[in-house]
């Protein structure tokens, strides 16, 4: 039986967002404006001392409505001698099962000791619903760490 068009969605209203009735699945799909830039800055880790048990994972962030993201990476000097820092980007469309975003051939962003301080960023375009980062420390213990924090800031155009 064919939905009616009339029928008010099952999804609640963002601020910037429009409701579209698809033709094709016969359903309301929900999309958002881009009229104006939206940003948002979210931060993943706060400053925090990374040490040998990882991976830390950082809650899965809603970021459907943004079309593109600046990683901003901060990381101190390291204490001790752990050797490396390895970070990286997931993807999920139900922020359950998430998926490794392979950007380049490895897929991953990699630092060693011997590299830092190091403040870096870089952009990368938001593929799915949600968004989530986390964090691997080699050769690390509770007296040897990576003092890092990493923040994003997503926008809509």
């Not at 901003?72 to 999920?92: M, N």
């Not at 998430?98 to 000791?113: A, I, Q, S, T, V």
């Amino acid at each position: 039986m064919a939905k009616n068009p009339t029928d008010l969605p099952r999804k609640g209203f963002l601020r910037d967002s429009v409701q579209i009735w698809d033709e094709r699945f016969l359903d309301w799909q929900e999309s958002w404006e881009h009229r104006f830039n939206k940003r948002t800055e979210v931060t993943f880790f706060k400053l925090f001392n990374a040490i040998d048990v990882g991976p830390y994972r950082s809650e899965g962030f809603y970021c459907a409505p943004y079309r593109n993201a600046l990683i901003t990476i901060d990381l101190r000097d390291t204490v001790g001698a752990p050797t490396r820092l390895l970070l990286t980007v997931w993807f999920s469309y139900d922020n359950v099962n998430w998926f490794w975003y392979m950007r380049d051939f490895y897929g991953r962003l990699e630092w060693e000791d011997v590299a830092l301080p190091r403040f870096e960023c870089f952009d990368i375009p938001i593929l799915a619903p949600y968004i989530q980062l986390r964090i691997g420390i080699t050769g690390g213990t509770a007296q040897a760490y990576f003092p890092v924090a990493v923040k994003a800031i997503f926008n809509s155009v």
